[in-house]
């Protein structure tokens, strides 16, 4: 059977001669992979739609719970991640943080829509690295449902604690301790706990309209970073090889 779907390819193998395997997060169907066929070759007209990254129509066929690609046609391709090292690297290690939370055959509208969103706001909206990387990781964390308890210190309650716990996924102070407050405490200051609070509540819409300092946007980044890859339990080479670059 034949059906048209649209997605953003997460991943491409390589496969025999001239065919690749893609995996895609599609909007109907979450993620799957799919067989595209000859992509390799220059003469395709599918293989701009079938590259990493790009945003593309699939007419999809099914066998068995099998997918072939008939014809791909590229609606978003970002062209301006594929030519700057940095931003490659980190659309690169959004995906594989993407492929690794999707379910397959689980449509998840809002996990699509936070990475293109992300995609768009590094490719077209020039928005600083740092702040699109946050945004992206404590977002998904939360959709992933590892929503962390940012209300006020999980222990006396107060609602400027300066602490965040990364194992627990709460807040703290530092004067407050008892055998409640194990795990890795990290330093989070008034406004990049306020960023935090926006990131895990704001309109999908509104995610990346707001403003921090390098300072402030360098402590949330390594709080999200850290949140994340606890929560996950894994790191990524895509982000590896993203940090690589700044040493
Ligand atoms: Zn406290």
Redesign the pocket.
């Known amino acids: 059977m034949y059906e048209k779907t649209e997605g953003i390819v997460l991943r491409e193998t390589e496969y025999k001669d001239a065919d690749k395997l893609l995996t895609v997060l599609t909007r109907e169907h979450g993620k799957i992979t799919v067989k595209a066929r000859g992509v390799k070759s220059g003469r395709s007209r599918s293989k701009a739609a079938c590259q990493l990254l790009t945003y593309s129509e699939f007419t999809l066929l099914e066998k068995q719970g099998r997918y072939v690609i008939t014809e791909a046609v590229p609606k978003e391709m970002f062209s301006e991640l594929r030519t700057d090292i940095e931003l490659l690297y980190l659309a690169s290690y959004f995906a594989q943080v993407t492929e690794a939370v999707a379910q397959e055959e689980d449509a998840s509208p809002e996990l699509l829509s936070l990475l293109l969103n992300a995609l768009y706001a590094l490719a077209k909206l020039k928005k600083p690295q740092k702040l699109v990387k946050a945004v992206f990781e404590l977002r998904l964390a939360c959709i992933a449902g590892f929503l962390p308890d940012l209300r006020g ?1 999980a ?2 309650g ?1 609602p400027s ?1 300066d602490r965040f716990n990364i194992t627990q996924g709460v807040l ?2 530092a ?2 301790g008892n055998e409640s407050t194990t795990g890795i405490r990290m330093p989070v200051s008034p406004g990049t706990l306020e960023a935090m609070r926006y990131i895990a509540s704001a309109d999908a819409k509104r995610l990346f309209s707001f403003t921090l300092s390098d300072a402030a946007l360098t402590e949330l980044n390594g709080l999200t970073e850290s949140y994340l890859s606890m929560r996950l339990e894994r790191g990524f080479f895509t982000l590896d090889l993203y940090k690589s670059l700044f040493l």
């Open positions: 210190c222990v006396c107060s604690p703290q102070c004067s407050c």
